[in-house]
Each structure stands twice: as structure tokens, then as C-alpha cells.
T-cell receptor, first 116, second 118 residues
Framework: AQSVTQPDIHITVSEGASLELRCNYS??????LFWYVQSPGQGLQLLLKYFSGDTLVQGIKGFEAEFKRSQSSFNLRKPSVHWSDAAEYFC??????????????FGAGTQVVVTP | EAGVTQFPSHSVIEKGQTVTLRCDPI?????LYWYRRVMGKEIKFLLH????????ESGMPNNRFLAERTGGTYSTLKVQPAELEDSGVYFC????????????????FGPGTRLTVT
């Protein structure tokens, strides 16, 4: 069965420091992978996605993620965190059916706190 | 273009009452999804509409939940009667037709409806 694991429930990072959020997946086929962010009081916003090709993908707000098939990982990174990056981050894999429909399997989320 | 909208943003009801959540997808998106996040847990899939048809309702918890999408536009999710364990945030998402390639797997989420059952 497919699954997504975000090992870190909570991360605290200083403003200006780098950030890396871990995501591991278990999926039998080629994974379509996504990172979403939910800021306080907001909905889920798509940060970036991976379907195929270049394994390093760039997203919005200065985020990037690297797909590593050998490690079944899709970790999210940002070189320098801003206070506005405080939010909850979700990794997801799109489970594609034989009819080519897709539905998401999410990780439990990682809460990021940014300190001055 | 307008994003996915959901109404209400918050709902507080008593156990045994009925609540109806509404979702308006992005115009032109045939696919509409409902997800739910119970406090402290991951966001879980509930069901998927293609136009007005239920394509996959494998995530619906029980028969107290009824989803409809009449006319293939907006969707409603009714909980009747509500139980304490139904509390959580209900998200709606929409995406394009699979014939559009990879972009069809991009789901756009609404802000969610926070349901509290007391």
C-alpha cells in the first residue's frame, strides 16, 4: 500500500537559516509528488510538484525539492527562511488508478516555527 | 481566475445535528475531491467526483456522509447525524480532466471548512 512519511512533526528554525523538510514515500509505480503549505488561517497552497524529468524542482517562495528514487525521498529545502515561512507543510503522492484518475495520499505534516 | 471556494469557513454544531458543507471548484474543472483532516492526523481522501458522477468514494467513513454534485458544478457534503468524531477540517479540491496531461494531477485546494461537533 502507498504511504507518505514526514518524520518531523515540528521543526524550529531561525530566520535566515536554511530549512530542510523530509518526506519519504512508498509507492509501487512512478510517483507524482507534491509539496503543499498551509499558513495560519489559509488553505493548502501548492509549493511545487514532480512528475518526471529533472529531479531537482523549483517552486514558489524560493523553495526547491529533490526527488531521489533510490531513497524514496522528496525533501523540501529553502536556503534562507523568512518569518512568513512559518506554516505547516504537507508532502503528498498522487495515487493514480488504472483509469488514470488521481487522488492524494498525504503525510502527517510538519509544523515549521521561525524564530527571530 | 477564482480559486476553489468553500462555505462555511467554520461550523459548530451539536452531536446529532445535520450540517451541509459546500464546495465550488475552479470553473471548468471536472474533477472534484473531498478530503478531511481530523486533529493531529493526516489529510485523508474521502471521495472523488468526475462531473456529476462519483468516481471513487472509498474514503467515505460511513453512511452518515452524503456527497452530491448535481449538474457537475458545485458539490455538497452532508453529515447527518453528526458525531463527535466528525470534527475536523474538510477540504475540497479540484483538477482538470486527465486528458490534459500531467496538469490533471495538480489539485487546487480550497481554504477548508472547520467543523466542530460538540
Amino acid at each position: 500500500a502507498q504511504s507518505v512519511t514526514q518524520p518531523d512533526i515540528h521543526i524550529t528554525v531561525s530566520e535566515g537559516a536554511s530549512l530542510e523538510l523530509r518526506c519519504n514515500y512508498s509507492y509501487g509505480a512512478t510517483p507524482y509528488l507534491f509539496w503543499y503549505v498551509q499558513s495560519p488561517g489559509q488553505g493548502l497552497q501548492l509549493l511545487l510538484k514532480y512528475f518526471s524529468g529533472d529531479t531537482l524542482v523549483q517552486g514558489i517562495k524560493g523553495f526547491e525539492a529533490e526527488f531521489k528514487r533510490s531513497q524514496s525521498s522528496f525533501n523540501l529545502r529553502k536556503p534562507s527562511v523568512h518569518w512568513s515561512d512559518a506554516a505547516e507543510y504537507f508532502c503528498a503522492v498522487c495515487v493514480v488508478t488504472t483509469d488514470s484518475w488521481g487522488k492524494f495520499q498525504f503525510g502527517a505534516g510538519t509544523q515549521v516555527v521561525v524564530t527571530p | 481566475e477564482a480559486g476553489v471556494t468553500q462555505f462555511p469557513s467554520h461550523s459548530v454544531i451539536e452531536k446529532g445535528q445535520t450540517v451541509t458543507l459546500r464546495c465550488d471548484p475552479i470553473s471548468g474543472h471536472d474533477n472534484l475531491y473531498w478530503y478531511r483532516r481530523v486533529m493531529g492526523k493526516e489529510i485523508k481522501f474521502l471521495l472523488h467526483f468526475v462531473k456529476e458522477s462519483k468516481q471513487d468514494e472509498s474514503g467515505m467513513p460511513n453512511n452518515r456522509f452524503l456527497a452530491e454534485r448535481t449538474g457537475g458544478t458545485y458539490s455538497t457534503l452532508k453529515v447527518q447525524p453528526a458525531e463527535l468524531e466528525d470534527s475536523g477540517v474538510y477540504f475540497c479540491a479540484s483538477s482538470q480532466d486527465p486528458g490534459q496531461g500531467f496538469v490533471a494531477y495538480e489539485q487546487y485546494f480550497g481554504p477548508g471548512t472547520r467543523l466542530t461537533v460538540t
